[in-house]
């Protein structure tokens, strides 16, 4: 059964820094790409940063040069450090695996950005 743990959430000043992480089990098979989403309340679920198998990254405007997203494929867990926070980037972040049979969805962790 697979199952994705998020950890790293919390609250943080404008400017300050987080580091989620996401550990995949479960997986049996290859693992095609993992990232980040995130909703805010009243938003839809959003696109935050991808990295793929080759290791190529994909990032939403609004957090390039802020953000970076990696991974550890031996431990199928992926980071996504975020600095220079600000109070839009607010939300619950959602880690998400893809594979060659579906997408994984983990429970969420909440990032607030607030003096």
């Known amino acids: 059964q697979v199952h994705l743990v998020e950890s790293g959430g919390g609250l943080v000043q404008p400017g300050g820094s987080l580091r989620l992480s996401c550990v995949a089990s479960g997986i049996g098979f290859g693992i095609r790409a993992m990232g980040w989403y995130r909703q805010a309340p009243g938003n839809q679920r959003e696109l935050v940063a991808t990295?793929?198998?080759?290791?190529?990254?994909n990032y939403q405007d609004s957090v390039k040069g802020r953000f970076t997203i990696s991974r550890d494929n031996a431990k199928n867990t992926v980071y996504l450090q975020m600095n220079s926070l600000k109070p839009e980037d607010t939300a619950v972040y959602y880690c998400?695996?893809?594979?060659?049979?579906?997408?994984?969805w983990g429970q969420g962790t909440q990032v607030t950005v607030s003096s």
């Open positions: 990295i793929f198998s080759g290791g190529s990254t």
């Open positions: 998400n695996v893809a594979v060659a049979v579906g997408i994984y």
